[in-house]
């Protein structure tokens, strides 16, 4: 299964924007491009995704490498409830089991 | 508009008792459902997924079984809880295009003790 990596944690102050980079070298072709974040004692819940375009949406921005081996979420101005583990993931196959990672814990700080 | 309920919320079990976890879906038809568990502190693991009535997929050896009875209610169950089985279990929903997101229910925390 292709994986991803990201960093542990981050910080931002509240208002500014936040770059969440996520690495995927082993990505496939057909492999969807998936974020979601956690807020705590929370079921995740979806952000956006994309798969080889760049996206928008009224949460966050997707803006994905040319060669699709990363991929970084956008948060245009980062306010204290959208402290939460953002987790990126790859989505395949026809079940589409998605395989969560560690995520990065992002903190907003007021 | 649909709708994912899991229940119990929370619940607390003696080591060797059986745990029963209910979700159901309202709104859709012939979704895909996954049962994930998060330890505490850790990530998600995906732990069954099904894609019909009685089509269940295991992920992860365990002492833990997932049934589908019908096509909108997904059961996890154990007929003994280790220590090992505390966590969050999370019942989410999924359509069949290889796009779109998960809907997740609002987890049932379980503590064994």
């Known amino acids: 299964d292709a994986k991803t990596t990201q960093p542990n944690s981050m910080e931002s102050n509240e208002e500014e924007p936040v770059h969440l980079p996520c690495n995927h070298s082993t990505i496939s072709g057909t492999d969807y491009i998936h974020w979601y974040r956690q807020l705590p004692s929370q079921g995740p819940e979806y952000v956006i995704h994309g798969l080889t375009s760049n996206v928008n949406n009224r949460m966050a921005s997707l803006a994905i490498a040319e060669d699709r081996k990363s991929s970084t979420l956008i948060l245009h101005r980062a306010t204290l409830r959208d402290a939460a583990v953002y987790y990126c993931?790859?989505?395949?196959?026809?079940?589409?089991?998605?395989?969560f990672g560690s995520g990065t814990q992002l903190t907003v700080l007021p | 508009s649909q709708t994912i309920h899991q229940w119990p919320a929370t619940l607390v079990q003696p080591v060797g008792s059986p745990l029963s976890l209910e979700c159901t879906v309202e709104?859709?038809?012939?979704?895909?459902l996954y049962w994930y568990r998060q330890a505490a502190g850790r990530g998600l693991q995906l732990l069954f997924y099904?894609?019909?009535?009685?089509?269940i997929s295991s992920e992860v050896p365990q002492n833990l079984s997932a049934s589908r009875p019908q096509d909108r209610q997904f059961i996890l169950s154990s007929k003994k809880l280790l220590l090992s089985d505390s966590g969050f279990y999370l019942c989410?929903?999924?359509?069949?295009?290889?796009?779109?997101?998960?809907?997740f229910g609002e987890g049932s925390r379980l503590t064994v003790l």
């Open positions: 709104g859709t038809s012939n979704p895909n």
């Open positions: 993931i790859l989505v395949a196959g026809s079940a589409r089991q998605l395989t």
């Open positions: 989410a929903w999924g359509g069949r295009a290889n796009t779109g997101e998960l809907f």
């Open positions: 099904s894609i019909g009535i009685d089509q």
